[in-house]
């Protein structure tokens, strides 16, 4: 019921941006050929619908279709909606959709470039950068299941700092929550992508600063519903590559740390199989 409830308000704000409050949210509860977009919830869903904007009206003009930009209340819960097929397409982190290739049988099309910075974010105020101040404390973090966080989490342990032995990981609901926490002195770092911390409140940044780059991921990736049908996902595709030189591609590319679109190897693909049960473990949760 909250899920269907959230969807709702999430399409609200759609309409919103959209300028037209009412008539696209009828359309998004009854237009059953519309291309739903996935988009993973890394950010407040406001963010995130003005963020995939431009996606948004690049297929719609381009398909002559109805299109939407869905997002979830979570990572657990995107995952969940995913797999039950709930989306035409996704934009999500690497590690999910890995998960969603293996265990959904979605289809990879692209990858967003360059790569991802993961970075450990501290106050402003505090001049030590070392990691050892999180022994016997918590690690702050919006999105646990992230390939950011799990990188982190891995750069940590090779610096002899585990996860529930050493500190406690806690999961925030918000950016309130998040720099409360830092605030405070409960939790000395928190950890998130280059990205998120670049799409904060101003004021919030200027109250903290990057202590340190830990880890290089991959970019979100860009996969197809396995139902699709052939030939629409072939026109998909041959529209996705095209879309960096479209006048809605510019726009989307001009947001800090996106540049482009690569191919997903099967290189890229077997990488990411170490953090499949972690990934695993932590939608669960």
């Given at each position: 019921m909250i899920d269907r409830v959230y969807a709702v308000v999430v399409r609200l704000m759609m309409a919103m941006a959209c300028g037209a409050l009412f008539a696209p949210l009828v359309q998004a509860q009854t237009d059953t050929s519309a291309l739903v977009i996935g988009a993973v919830p890394n950010m407040s869903a406001?963010?995130?619908i003005v963020q995939y904007q431009p996606v948004r009206d690049y297929f719609?003009?381009?398909l002559k279709q109805s299109v939407e930009v869905s997002t979830s209340?979570?990572?657990?819960?995107f995952s969940r909606e995913t797999l039950k097929g709930n989306y035409s397409?996704?934009?999500?982190?690497?590690?999910?959709?890995?998960?969603?290739?293996?265990?959904?049988?979605?289809?990879?099309?692209?990858?967003?470039?360059?790569?991802?910075?993961?970075?450990?974010?501290?106050?402003?105020?505090n001049p030590n950068s070392d990691p050892n101040q999180l022994s016997g404390k918590l690690l702050a973090t919006s999105n646990p299941s992230s390939l950011v966080v799990?990188?982190?989490?891995?750069?940590?342990?090779?610096?002899?700092?585990?996860?529930?032995?050493?500190?406690?990981?806690?999961?925030?609901?918000?950016?309130?929550?998040?720099?409360?926490?830092?605030?405070?002195?409960?939790?000395p770092f928190a950890m998130m992508s280059k990205?998120?911390?670049?799409?904060?409140?101003?004021?919030?940044?200027q109250a903290t600063r990057i202590v340190s780059e830990m880890e290089i991921v991959s970019g979100f990736w860009i996969l197809t519903n396995p139902k699709m049908p052939v030939a629409q996902r072939q026109r998909i595709q041959e529209?996705?590559?095209?879309?960096?030189?479209?006048?809605?591609?510019?726009?989307?590319?001009?947001?800090?740390?996106?540049?482009?679109?690569?191919?997903?190897?099967?290189?890229?693909?077997k990488e990411l199989?170490?953090?499949?049960?972690?990934?695993?473990?932590?939608?669960?949760?």
């Open positions: 406001r963010v995130v719609q003009r381009t209340i979570d990572f657990p819960t397409m996704i934009f999500t982190p690497a590690n999910l959709g890995r998960v969603a290739q293996v265990d959904g049988g979605w289809i990879p099309l692209a990858r967003l470039e360059p790569g991802i910075p993961a970075v450990l974010v501290g106050m402003a105020n799990l990188a982190g989490l891995n750069w940590l342990k090779g610096r002899k700092l585990e996860a529930g032995r050493d500190y406690k990981l806690t999961t925030v609901p918000n950016d309130d929550s998040l720099f409360a926490v830092l605030r405070s002195g409960e939790a990205g998120e911390f670049m799409a904060k409140p101003e004021n919030m940044r529209l996705l590559l095209a879309f960096p030189d479209s006048e809605e591609g510019k726009v989307f590319f001009a947001s800090p740390g996106r540049n482009g679109l690569s191919a997903i190897t099967d290189a890229s693909m199989d170490v953090y499949l049960e972690s990934t695993r473990k932590a939608l669960a949760q």
